[in-house]
């Protein structure tokens, strides 16, 4: 929005440099961001029914998925809101840069007369000194102020309605905090394991990075009440990993960022690329400026839980918030992009 003065009048030099650019671009985002709110919700409740493709039955299950079914509700709502706000935004563009053009036509149309218009609007002759069109020069000062009252009190209407219509998107979390108010950390150690008949330790995917470390990636599981887990349960489960390639290609393409005691952490940039079919059926790639960090963590020291003792493998993936696409669900969650899963292998 263009700032005015506090008579609520803006200047000549601000009616001439009016942008509504930034309009036209949260527009875009606010919609973009609500398909793909709905969009990764959905997948959370298809995850929920079938994890990995497989029935899941249960206690857990159960409330797994009443809880996905809950929150893919609700995020339709909040949905709904964005793109509420983005039409707001689209027409008031439209009516600004309308608005825009009628009082620039309103300026021009005095100073075709001979009349100057200063940077208050004032309007005075310029053809003959002592100024002898006064009532001619007041029309044309009316006709401008009356304008440019249209386009600020049109500004700052539109302003009002786009604050109205997303006040309550931030009070929205999708994790329940503990009964008692506080922060609890859980590491995964600590985790209760399901039932033996869930295949916990069947290897998923396995892949080597660049400093000859073996990452195997397990089931694992993923708790969606307590939200305690490993493997590509997890993965999928709480973070959109839906597409197990996605983890072979990253650790076969990066070093660990550190190794503690056998536990590697990775931060893997990706850059999104569009690719076409070109001639002789020759891809023809090109970057879409999109890009993230995906964060992956692993342990690969043997473990009691694993038969014969064989590593725990990979623990979780992630993307970093901030990210093309990211989604935070909530504090330190984040879902990962569906161009993520789409777009393996990821050079």
């Known amino acids: 929005m263009s700032a005015v003065d506090a008579t609520g009048v803006p200047s000549l ?6 942008d509504t650019e930034h309009l036209q671009k949260a527009a875009a985002d606010w919609t973009r961001t609500a398909e793909h709110w709905e969009e990764s919700f959905t997948h959370v409740r298809q995850a929920s029914l079938f994890p990995g493709g497989t029935s899941w039955q249960g206690e857990a299950a159960e409330a797994a998925q009443q809880r996905a079914l809950s929150d893919l509700v609700r995020v339709g709502g909040i949905a709904d809101s964005l793109q509420e706000a983005a039409e707001i935004a689209r027409r008031g563009a ?10 620039i036509n309103a300026i021009t149309d005095a100073r075709e007369a001979g009349f100057t218009v200063a940077e208050d609007l ?4 310029r053809s003959r000194p002592g100024g ?7 029309a044309h000062a009316a006709a401008i102020a009356g304008r440019a009252f249209a386009l600020s009190g049109t500004d700052i209407e539109l302003a009002s309605k786009i604050t109205s219509t997303t006040a309550g998107l931030t009070s ?5 905090p503990p009964e008692d108010g506080g922060v609890h950390a859980v590491d995964f150690k600590e985790a209760p394991l399901p039932s033996s008949p869930y295949p916990i330790n069947d290897v998923v995917a396995e892949a080597t990075d660049l400093d000859g470390n073996h990452v195997v990636m397990r089931r694992g599981y993923y708790d969606a009440q307590t939200q305690q887990g490993f493997g590509f349960d997890k993965a999928y489960w709480r973070h959109g ?3 197990p390639n996605v983890f072979k290609d990253l650790i076969s393409h990066s070093r660990p960022i550190s190794n503690t005691n056998g536990t590697l952490v990775y931060e893997v940039p990706i850059n999104r690329t569009h690719c076409t079919s070109g001639p002789l059926g020759i891809p023809s790639c090109n970057d879409t400026g999109e890009s993230l960090t995906m964060r992956i963590v692993a342990n690969v020291n043997g473990s009691p839980t694993v038969p014969g003792g064989g590593q725990k493998g990979f623990i979780t993936m992630y993307p970093i918030a901030g990210g093309s696409g990211v989604v935070e669900l909530g504090p330190n969650w984040t ?5 993520v899963n789409n777009n393996v292998p990821i050079n």
Request: charged residues 20%; positive net charge; glycine residues 0%.
């Open 335 to 339: 879902w990962t992009p569906p161009w």
């Open 132 to 138: 002898m069109r006064i009532a001619a020069a007041r």
């Open 241 to 243: 990993v839906i597409n």
């Open 13 to 18: 030099s601000q009616i001439l440099s009016w």
């Open 172 to 176: 929205h979390r999708f994790i329940e």
């Open 94 to 103: 439209d009516q600004l840069n309308s608005l825009k053009r009628d009082a």
């Open 122 to 125: 004032s309007v005075t002759d």
